[in-house]
T-cell receptor, first 111, second 120 residues
Framework: GQQLNQSPQSMFIQEGEDVSMNCTSS?????WLWYKQDPGEGPVLLIA?????ELTSNGRLTAQFGITRKDSFLNISASIPSDVGIYFC???????????FGKGTRLSVIA | GAVVSQHPSWVICKSGTSVKIECRSL??????MFWYRQFPKQSLMLMAT?????????EQGVEKDKFLINHASLTLSTLTVTSAHPEDSSFYIC????????????????FGSGTRLTVV
């Protein structure tokens, strides 16, 4: 099935550092979503973006919906140990269509 | 709000047996639910889309006779892995769409906590 290109695949950072990850697609999406998945759990929604150019924050997280509607990025500022996990981007078009997921970015934070 | 309960969280079964996984939307009605499969260190791969009261739509390569999906009510969808084999061992995750959450016409997608299936 269709998948988004998400990078980087993994990151090792020091506590307190900022993190940036992004997703690109060959096709347009109307909605971009960012999820975090902890081991053995389902994904949990972090941020939802609904309009091209939209910049949205949720605490230390900031995400943007690219102008072309083919990309999105997620920034995490001042990382902390509990930020460890896998971050997935997801795109959606309309109706009852399922989400299309990126391959994930595995984040490790070194205290 | 928007809680999706998935059970069991883990199950071990013998080859050849069947396993049923339940996905319930606790505080909303989900006309559409999605079933995903996730292998270690990989992304979620959509298996099927289930709409309440109708047959599920399976993704290419997913055997509908092996992965039976039933969405008999607005709050419950089940995935039954029939005649399970070790290669069916995986993490299965459901997602339910609440059309009244989030932005209009978009809705909210909430995931269950997943089921780890191990076939021995």
């Amino acid at each position: 099935g269709q998948q988004l290109n998400q990078s980087p695949q993994s990151m090792f950072i020091q506590e307190g550092e900022d993190v940036s990850m992004n997703c690109t697609s060959s096709s347009i999406f109307n909605t971009w979503l960012w999820y975090k998945q902890d081991p053995g759990e389902g994904p949990v929604l972090l941020i939802a973006l609904y309009k091209a150019g939209e910049l949205t924050s949720n605490g230390r997280l900031t995400a943007q919906f690219g102008i072309t509607r083919k990309d999105s990025f997620l920034n995490i500022s001042a990382s902390i140990p509990s930020d460890v996990g896998i971050y997935f981007c997801a795109g959606r078009n309309s109706g009852n269509t399922p989400l299309v997921f990126g391959k994930g970015t595995r984040l490790s934070v070194i205290a | 709000g928007a809680v999706v309960s998935q059970h069991p969280s883990w199950v071990i079964c013998k080859s050849g047996t069947s396993v049923k996984i339940e996905c319930r939307s606790l505080d909303f009605q989900a006309t559409t639910m999605f079933w995903y499969r996730q292998f270690p260190k990989q992304s979620l791969m959509l298996m099927a889309t289930s709409n309440e009261g109708s047959k599920a739509t399976y993704e290419q390569g997913v055997e509908k006779d092996k992965f039976l999906i039933n969405h008999a009510s607005l709050t419950l969808s089940t995935l039954t892995v029939t005649s399970a084999h070790p290669e069916d061992s995986s993490f299965y995750i459901c997602s339910a769409r609440d059309p009244y959450r989030g932005r209009p016409l978009v809705g909210g997608y909430t995931f269950g906590s997943g089921t780890r299936l191990t076939v021995v």
